[in-house]
Structures are given as C-alpha cells and as structure tokens.
C-alpha cells in the first residue's frame, strides 16, 4: 500500500515537473519604453516582440538570412522593381481581425507616410507603392532598385499591423505571432502566452515572461538562483566562468550586430573638428577596452560595421591606440588641455563601465570627461530624440546600419554629401559585387571621418538551463525569437 | 576606566589613520587613483601594487585612499550641516517655550518617520546623484538628531541649581543658553558627532553602493563594493578591502565616541 502511494506520488510529481516545463522566463537588460516596433527605436522593443508578437511578409532568421513568414514565397522582376509576395491565407490576428493584402498596403503606407514615426523610415522610402491584385497577393513597386529592400521588410520596424489596434499597440500590442500578450508589470515584468489561433506550427512553450534586471550582479544572482531560465544577453561577462563551471547552464559566446560606439555630437564644439574625431579615436586602445568592460569577449571595429556581415573591410588599424599622435592632433586643432567633455552613460553595463575606462583614456590626452549616468527613457529622450549632448557610448544593434549615417537627421548629426552620394549608389546598384564594393567604400569613407569613435562589436554572451533548445547563439537582428524554443525532454 | 582608555587611544588611532590617509592623498597615492592599466588588471597584492588592482587595473591603494577623503569629506560636511542647524533648533526648543518646542519636536519626529537612508535615497534621487547631494542628503537627515539630543540634555541642565542661579541675577534666556547651558552639554554634543559620523559614512557608502552618491571616475568605497560584486567569484579580495575600510573606518568612530564619552560624561567620572 505504501508502496503503491509512494510510486503514485513519485509519478505526480515527475508529472508536475514535466508539466512546469512549458514555460520560459528570460532575463533581458533594458525594459522596452513600448511595445510598437513600428513606431520606436529601441532595441529592446524587438527583443521582446520580434517574431513572438509580430510578424512580417518575411523574416530574419538565426543566420541572419531572409525567411518567409507572412509571405509564402515571392518573386521579384528581373529589373529588380517589382516584389510579388504571396501571402498565406487564413492569417488571423491576436483580436480576431484578417491579415490579408490590404493589411500590407496600410502597414507600409503607414510606416512611409509623411507623419511616420517609424524609427527606419528609410527602409520604406523607396517603395513607390503597393497594390492588391487579390487580398492573397501583394505586389509591391519601387521607386529604383534597392539592394537592401528584403532584408529591410524582415526586420522589427517593418511587422504587419492591424489597423484596428494600431493606435493602442505601444501598450497592448497586437500581431499575428505565435504568442500573445498578456501583461507588462512596469519595472519589471512582460508575459505573453500561446496565441492558440496561430496559422503556423505551434510553439511548444505556453507562456513566456521576460523579466528586466539591468544590474549586472542581480543578473548573476537571478541566473545562479534558477529564478530565469535564460539570460540571451547576458550583462556579467566577468561572472561567465563561474557560470560555465556549473552544469545546469549553457553558456554561448555568439556575435551580434552591435557596434559600440562613442558616439559625438559632431554639430558641437569641438566635434565638428575632424582632426578632434580622430584625436579621440587614437587616444582610446580598443583591446585594452574590450578586456577591461566585456572580459575580453568582443572584436574590435574600425567603422560602423560588424565583422560577421557581407563586405566588411577591416579598418581597425587607420586609428592605432596612440596618445601622442592624439595629443598632436587635439594641440593643431586648438583643443586646449583641461578641456572638458560630458559623456552621457545609458544603463547597460558596457556603457557604464566603458564610459569610466574611455574616461580614463581621454584624461592622459588632456581631456576631461564628466560622466553622468542617465536612465534608458531620459537618454532615449535627451540624446536619441533632441540630440542634446557632447558624447554617448552606446550600442547600435540594428543588422548593417549604414544608413542612418546618410540621414538628414540622426542624433549625431554627421552630414556628409561623399558619404550620401555613396549610399545612394550603394542602394542603386543591383550586381552584387558592386554592391560590395561600395559597402567597403561606405566603411572606408566613415573610417575616414570618424564620426563616432567606432569601438567594438559586442559579443551575444548568452546564458541559459542546459535543458533548453532551440535559443538563438548569435544575434543577426536584436531579437529574443523564442518561436522554436523548447525543453529537453 | 582603563577600558575606556584604550577605546580612546585605539578609535584615536584607528582615526587618525584614516585621516592621514584621507589628507596624503590629496598630494600622494601610490598611483593616480583613477589610472588604469588594462595589461595588468585584476592583479593579486604585490610589492608593485599592495591591495592589487580592480578590473580596470587601478591600483586598490590608492583608490582606497582617494575614497577616505571622499568618505570624510561627505561625512565632515554632513556632520557639520546636521550639527549647524540642529544644535541650534534643539537649544531653540528647549528655551522657547511650549509652542516652540512643540514645533520643533513634531517637524523632527516626523522627520524621524523616515528611515534615515531612505531619506538620503530620496533626496539625492530628487536632485540628482553626485558628492554635494549626498553631503546635503545625510546632512539633512542628522538635524533632527542634534535637535532631539541638544534639546533633552539642555532641558536636564536647565533645571541645575546654576542655571537657576544664572537666571536670578538677571541673565537673558540667550545668554543662560550660550554661556552656560550649551558649554555643559558640550561633551555629549561632541560624543553625539562622532557616532553620527560613523552613521554618516555609512550612508555615504550606501550611497554610492546604490550610484547616487560620489560619481565615477572618482573613487568612493560604496561604489568599489559594488564593483566587485560581479568579480567576487575572480577577486573576492576586491570586495575584501573597501568593506574592511569601511568597517575600520566605523570602527574607530565609534571608539573614539565611546572612549570620549566615558572621559567626558561626568557621571562617568
């Protein structure tokens, strides 16, 4: 009898324990300030939704390659023009309303309008316009070819939205992913669950909770507790080995598209001043930045491009790490010793820290920079929108931004007529080999001006349960894409 | 007695030390406190560098230096602001009557609701992080404790025979206030800045555990424990001398408080 109880008991609660493993919560280092990728620059926004929430005509996947998601298959005309998507049918978003043609034709006319306030606009300038030969099918025109039209409609800033629950997405988001939302404790907390009218395969987990700890040693301590079950970007390089000793977690080193700059104001004094630019960038020893801040994990980059993406030339050696020839050049420009800079430090780790190691660097070529920390919503706010300061380190996550240094405004304020010439044959040009070479001119030209300091690339340290499957171990877009997640049995 | 002794003489010492400390490295720190040296971060105790290197590879020393004068520094002023303002409202109440006194003592108790380093979190989170906010902050949160002691030791006093006596022969309730009630609390007066000291490099600490107080890249004992915390697992030394500067530092107040106070009090005599 005894026996019996205890084999039943023992059968429970294997049972409840399978049963728990269904549900994920991840560690992520910045609360998204909304939920509406079409309508806000933070990465953080995608990281959440990207995939589980909303979806796209297509999508980036793992690798970083073009997928179909709402479109089935498309084709696009020899001359480079006109993109025919097939899109799938029966497509129903989380409130009930239809996906279908008309839904593209108000989501791209959306994000291209006049009033947009898409955070990459440009993605959807060159569309000229959209048609619907049938609700299934979109055809989309462009004004000239563009190289990086496809790539552009997989990311975050370019999901299908409902028309329905468009105005109210920021806080209630809406899509046609394979989760839903259910609710976002401010501060803290954003849980989805599985949105069970989903067209495609469902997800195997249930619920998903991502959970914001920006301090980096709560972030080890939430980990080491089993209170998450997965830090994708892991804000605590230094606590990795202690990690790695331990065999209930997995620990991943992959790359992203983060290129991490110190980002100038170059319509201020003395930014305006190529000579200062280059002055700052000798004065700063990247290896020697990349031990100090992420343990050593990341690669030094030389211009606003990423080792891991197509064309990428290295440029890291048009700046050695030299003080004198930085002295040289701050003396020439008329910089006086003692001068004083305010660099502005966003919350993540690699901010914070390498703010005080760049700090650290500037004051032996005789500048000094006053650090002043500000929360994720005040420098999206001061820095990113009014571009209200002298410098920033901070961390550009979107895949193969080349373009914003070709905007007529951007928070740094680069203008650079060679340097818009340049895109705007870059975008053009349709031979692929062409297209890499002008990617490298486009490096070349931005080493040149040195705009921002281009620091490093930062590494995806990812952390998670070793029973976990299907996490993403580099990060092509900013994304916590947890559609194929799932436990080991 | 004897006990008393050695408080004074090892809290002095123990004092003095880290004021001599505090005063060196205004001129002299083994290396500038805010120098980094990436190719030998992280470094163990040598003869090169004593207390090794934190992760940007500054010397610990001198960071611990540089940090006592920060520490005493915000501990000084907010000392001087509680005692400035506090003292002064205490004698107040005590001497002003019922209405006075009342006012005083309820704005203080409420003041005393708060837990004090809750106050000092909302104060600096109010204005702002950084050094001065956090000398106002702990400043503001020691007044209502220098009220409360002045004002129980000036009624105690007031009611001895001299006083009395002092008031007979004509002396204005000022004059009986400065030149004999506050002279013979002095002592505990004094007593009372020593722990409030310590209680105020504590919370300077804190605060700068939490980042609102000292900002980098100028060093503060708080800020180097939070530092640490992520490479304890590395360097748990790191983690090891700012916490023990913060306790010899409390330490050594709080002996020399109690080893004044068994001197002074003349109870104790």
């Known amino acids: ?489 | 007695m004897k006990q008393g002794r050695l408080n004074l003489v090892l809290g002095g010492a123990i004092t003095a030390l880290l004021v001599g400390m505090a005063l060196a490295s205004l001129v002299w720190t083994p290396y500038p406190p805010t120098h980094i040296d990436i190719v030998h971060r992280l470094a163990a105790p040598s003869a090169a560098h004593w207390l090794g290197t934190d992760p940007f590879g500054r010397d610990v020393l001198s960071m611990i230096m540089a940090g006592a004068r920060s520490s005493l520094s915000v501990a000084l002023i907010a000392v001087a602001v509680g005692a400035g303002i506090g003292i002064p409202l205490g004698a107040l109440a005590a001497a002003g009557g019922e209405w006075v006194d009342q006012a005083v003592m309820r704005a203080s108790d409420l003041a005393f609701a708060f837990p004090a380093l809750l106050t000092a979190v909302m104060i600096a989170a109010l204005a702002g992080p950084g050094e001065a906010n956090a000398m106002l902050a702990i400043g503001i949160f020691n007044i209502p404790v220098f009220a409360r002691v002045t004002r129980g030791a000036a009624l105690s006093v007031r009611e001895r025979d001299y006083i009395t006596a002092a008031r007979a022969v004509g002396r204005s309730e000022t004059a009986v206030m400065l030149r004999h009630v506050l002279p013979n609390i002095s002592a505990m007066l004094l007593v009372q800045v020593t722990i409030q000291f310590a209680l105020a490099i504590v919370a300077d600490a804190g605060l700068a555990y939490v980042g609102l107080g000292t900002q980098p890249p100028d060093p503060s004992w708080g800020r180097m424990l939070n530092d640490a915390q992520t490479f304890v697992f590395h360097a748990p030394l790191l983690a090891v001398f700012p916490g023990l500067a913060i306790t010899l530092a409390v330490l050594g107040l709080n002996l020399l408080g109690d080893g004044l106070r068994d001197r002074l009090d003349p109870r104790g005599r």
């Open chain 1, 1 to 489: 009898m005894i026996r019996t109880f205890a084999v039943v008991l023992a059968a429970l609660l294997a049972a409840a324990s399978a049963q728990a493993k269904d549900s994920l919560s991840l560690g992520m280092v910045l609360e998204p300030p909304h939920l509406d990728p079409t309508a806000g620059a933070a990465s953080a926004i995608r990281e959440v939704t990207y995939a589980n929430i909303y979806e796209g005509l297509v999508r980036i996947d793992a690798m970083g390659k073009v997928q179909p998601a709402l479109a089935a298959s498309w084709t696009i005309s020899p001359d480079g023009l006109t993109y025919t998507f097939r899109l799938r049918t029966g497509v129903t978003f989380h409130d009930g309303a239809p996906f279908d043609c008309a839904t593209v034709m108000f989501s791209y006319g959306r994000a291209a309008a006049a009033d947009s306030v898409n955070a990459q606009k440009g993605l959807f300038e060159p569309i000229a316009r959209t048609d619907c030969p049938d609700p299934a099918t979109a055809v989309v025109t462009l004004k000239r070819p563009t190289a990086s039209f496809l790539f552009g409609m997989g990311w975050g800033d370019a999901a299908m939205l409902s028309p329905a629950s468009v105005a109210t997405d920021k806080t209630n988001p809406v899509g046609t992913g394979p989760f839903r939302f259910t609710r976002w404790v401010r501060g803290d907390r954003i849980e989805l669950e599985r949105f069970p009218g989903y067209w495609g395969a469902a997800p195997k987990l249930t619920t998903v909770t991502f959970r914001f700890i920006t301090d980096p040693t709560a972030a080890v301590a939430a980990v080491l507790a089993g209170d998450l079950d997965a830090f994708p970007n892991f804000p605590a390089p230094e606590a990795l080995d202690r990690v790695r000793a331990d065999s209930r977690f997995t620990v991943v080193v992959g790359t992203t598209e983060g290129k991490t700059i110190l980002a100038l104001n170059d319509a201020r004094k003395p930014f305006d001043d190529v000579r200062v630019r280059r002055a700052l960038a000798y004065a700063i020893d990247r290896r020697a930045l990349i031990e100090a801040v992420m343990s050593g994990y990341g690669a030094p980059i030389g211009s606003h491009y990423v080792p891991t993406d197509p064309g990428y030339v290295d440029l890291t050696g048009v700046y050695p790490y030299d003080p004198a020839r930085a002295k040289a050049l701050l003396a020439e420009a008329g910089v006086r010793p003692g001068t004083t800079i305010t660099i502005k430090l966003p919350p993540p780790a690699y901010a914070r820290r390498g703010g005080e190691v760049i700090a650290a660097y500037l004051e032996q070529v005789g500048i000094t920079a006053k650090l002043v920390p500000v929360e994720w919503a005040q420098w999206l706010d001061t820095v990113f929108r009014r571009s209200d300061f002298d410098a920033t380190v901070i961390s550009h996550t979107e895949a193969r931004d080349l373009d914003i240094y070709a905007r007529d405004t951007y928070y740094f304020n680069y203008h650079s007529e060679p340097y818009r010439a340049l895109f705007r044959d870059y975008q053009a040009a349709v031979d692929p080999r062409r297209q890499l070479d002008l990617v490298g001119q486009l490096q070349r030209r931005l080493a040149e001006d040195e705009p921002n300091v281009f620091l490093f690339a930062l590494a995806k340290v990812g952390v998670w349960n070793a029973g976990l499957r299907g996490m993403w171990t580099n990060s092509p877009i900013p994304a916590n894409d947890v559609t194929a997640v799932s436990w080991a049995e």
